[in-house]
């Protein structure tokens, strides 16, 4: 089994790698920012609750999001392994994620980090916003996403570094290069 979180600011090109990833690796696609959209688009309670924090741009609580990993984790026992995107983003976050891979008998083997600049962010982001009808990919919303980037989740690398879990890539880049510098750290990881 193999459990891998990738990370990275909003418009690093997690989902496009993770896509790559989990047909690869044969993982379970571990996506809360996705989680919650679908949990918005079909009214629940949990996303009624998180819609607002979402379309203001900040990081909704640490509590909705362990709540949502643990289920994900308890309903899916027999994957091949988890593909962690958008997730963990605080320093709980991370804390929280130890715990529970140690109650499930399972361990994160690395935090993937696809680094860009803050330009090339938005520059990203703006253009994704054209097509995606997500309402946070506004000027506005995304400054303050990168924000709470930088605020909150920035510290998480800290974590993963101290444990020796931390794997930079650089983010701009092409798709397919990215990709294979990814595989690379990976399959080192499962020899
Ligand atoms: P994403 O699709 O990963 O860019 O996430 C979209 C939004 O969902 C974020 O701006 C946050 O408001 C929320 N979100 C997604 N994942 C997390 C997380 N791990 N912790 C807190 N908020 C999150």
Do not use: W
């Not at 924090?53 to 643990?70: A, P, Q």
């Not at 392994?81 to 320093?91: K, M």
């Not at 092409?174 to 499962?190: E, F, L, M, N, R």
């Amino acid at each position: 089994m193999i459990n891998i979180a990738l990370f990275g600011p909003p418009g690093a090109g997690k989902g496009t790698q993770a896509d790559l990833l989990v047909k690869k690796y044969n993982l379970l696609h571990i996506s809360t920012g996705s989680i919650l959209r679908s949990e918005i688009d079909e009214g629940t309670p949990l996303g009624l609750e998180a819609k607002k924090t979402i379309e203001r741009g900040k990081l909704v609580s640490d509590e909705m999001i362990v709540k949502i990993i643990e289920k994900t984790i308890r309903n899916n026992p027999d994957v091949r392994g988890y593909l962690f995107d958008g997730f963990p983003r605080t320093y709980v976050q991370a804390y929280i994620l130890e715990g529970i891979m140690t109650r499930f008998h399972k361990k994160l083997c690395c935090l993937i980090s696809l680094e860009i600049s803050e330009d090339v962010s938005v520059k990203r982001l703006l253009e994704r916003g054209r097509t995606s009808g997500r309402r946070d990919d506004t000027e506005e919303v995304i400054r303050k996403r990168l924000r709470e980037y930088n605020d909150k989740t920035i510290p998480v690398i800290e974590y993963y570094k101290e444990i020796n879990r931390y794997f930079p890539i650089n983010g701009d880049g092409s798709v397919g290069h990215i990709h294979s510098q990814i595989t690379a750290i990976i399959d080192k990881q499962i020899l």
